[in-house]
T-cell receptor, first 115, second 111 residues
Framework: DTGVSQDPRHKITKRGQNVTFRCDPISEHNRLYWYRQTLGQGPEFLTYFQNEAQLEKSRLLSDRFSAERPKGSFSTLEIQRTEQGDSAMYLC?????????????FGPGTRLTVT | GQQLNQSPQSMFIQEGEDVSMNCTSSSIFNTWLWYKQDPGEGPVLLIALYKAGELTSNGRLTAQFGITRKDSFLNISASIPSDVGIYFCAGRKGGSEKLVFGKGTKLTVNP
């Protein structure tokens, strides 16, 4: 088990373009989380899935943001019509909320730069 | 969005020294967590605390869940160069999966 993986690790895009990020959680982790982290700040919660159900969403997740987890395994986060303010590190985490994986384990993140 | 108040913002210490940092909130949390983040990587969980007054150790790291449930402390003893990084506290309220993070304490250890 190699941990949470995220793809791509870096993305540079022009303002107005759409981007999609992928997160593969640790196998058998049924809970998956997305956070956003800007420079000098701690991660901020965006949304949470239990299996394929999206159960919690932050007000930070504007209409331009959408997250899916169609089969309860990997998840995608799409940002439409990107703005410069979207530049940040997008972190994914997973957990089972049982046993050794009770808490959230984070992936390496996808760094987005909007020019 | 809401963030926890973490202090100090940065620390510069000599190898072998002990380190203390803390995290406070105006509201109560049911769980306190401490993470460490290296540049360009995601946060790594160090210690989790679930009960007011709880004191938990992980090697040279010791953390405490404040009695008021509005604060937490992390101590690192006998620091070494690989302790360099940014340390984040995070809290979780009952009934929510959302973690609320502080802004981090950046630790520099001089050999």
């Amino acid at each position: 088990d190699t941990g949470v993986s995220q793809d791509p690790r870096h993305k540079i895009t022009k303002r107005g373009q759409n981007v999609t990020f992928r997160c593969d959680p640790i196998s058998e982790h049924n809970r998956l989380y997305w956070y956003r982290q800007t420079l000098g700040q701690g991660p901020e919660f965006l949304t949470y899935f239990q299996n394929e159900a999206q159960l919690e969403k932050s007000r930070l997740l504007s209409d331009r943001f959408s997250a899916e987890r169609p089969k309860g395994s990997f998840s995608t986060l799409e940002i439409q019509r990107t703005e410069q303010g979207d530049s940040a590190m997008y972190l994914c985490a997973s957990s089972t909320r049982t046993g050794a994986a009770y808490e959230q384990y984070f992936g390496p993140g996808t760094r987005l730069t909007v020019t | 969005g809401q963030q926890l108040n973490q202090s100090p913002q940065s620390m510069f210490i000599q190898e072998g020294e002990d380190v203390s940092m803390n995290c406070t909130s105006s509201s109560i949390f049911n769980t306190w967590l401490w993470y460490k983040q290296d540049p360009g990587e995601g946060p790594v969980l160090l210690i989790a605390l679930y009960k007011a007054g709880e004191l938990t150790s992980n090697g040279r790291l010791t953390a405490q869940f404040g009695i008021t449930r509005k604060d937490s402390f992390l101590n690192i003893s006998a620091s070494i160069p690989s302790d360099v990084g940014i340390y984040f506290c995070a809290g979780r309220k009952g009934g929510s999966e959302k973690l609320v993070f502080g802004k981090g304490t950046k630790l520099t250890v001089n050999p």
